[in-house]
């Protein structure tokens, strides 16, 4: 199986720019994006982005060790975000720079104990961790609760210029 993203031009545009936004002790921003999901004859599955919900300033939680940590509250707001439309889940963030970034050790330790938590909510849908760069991503998707992630295989800005992005390297 297969794993690709479609995002609208405007709707990555306003997100990468959300996710530059200074915050008084976090060091990064986080935000969720709900999608659709088909899964294609051959099995592949595409996300398609829909929406996007940055977490309030009052919802990060001080923590030296990280660039940032989100309380419950967050995780709550981006989960109801899903389940009234839905969606699948993507909770994201960026590490800036240029090229295919790569999730941090962190990232990958922490999304893999709450993304599965996402299938209490949305049991149905696939759910996804994304770390974007300001041209490219890099991306998790979780097809059940008890399935190991897969990366996604590419990402597509929809809109003029389209773009792909984030390939494997």
């Known amino acids: 199986m297969k794993a690709q993203m479609k995002i609208p031009r405007k709707l990555l545009a306003g997100i ?11 060091y990064e921003r986080i935000g969720f994006l709900t999608a659709g999901a088909v899964r294609m004859d051959n099995g592949d599955v595409v996300l398609l982005a829909r929406e996007y919900q940055p977490v309030a300033d009052e919802d990060y939680v001080p923590n030296p ?7 419950p509250d967050a995780m709550r707001k981006g989960l109801q975000l899903a389940y009234k439309s839905r969606s699948a889940l993507v909770h994201l963030h960026t590490h800036g720079g240029t090229g ?3 999730f941090s050790g962190v990232d990958l330790d922490d999304g ?3 993304v599965p938590s ?3 909510v949305v049991s149905h849908m696939p759910h996804a961790l994304l770390v974007l760069s300001d041209d490219s991503a890099r991306g998790l998707l979780w097809m059940g609760k ?8 590419g990402f597509t800005q929809i809109g003029a210029p389209l773009l792909k992005f984030g390939g494997p390297q």
């Open 65 to 71: 060790r990280v660039g940032a940590m989100i309380g």
């Open 16 to 26: 990468r720019q959300d996710l530059r936004r200074p915050h008084s002790f976090a």
């Open 112 to 114: 893999k104990k709450f």
């Open 100 to 102: 295919r970034p790569e």
């Open 146 to 153: 008890t399935q190991p992630p897969v990366y996604f295989e």
């Open 118 to 120: 996402f299938f209490n």
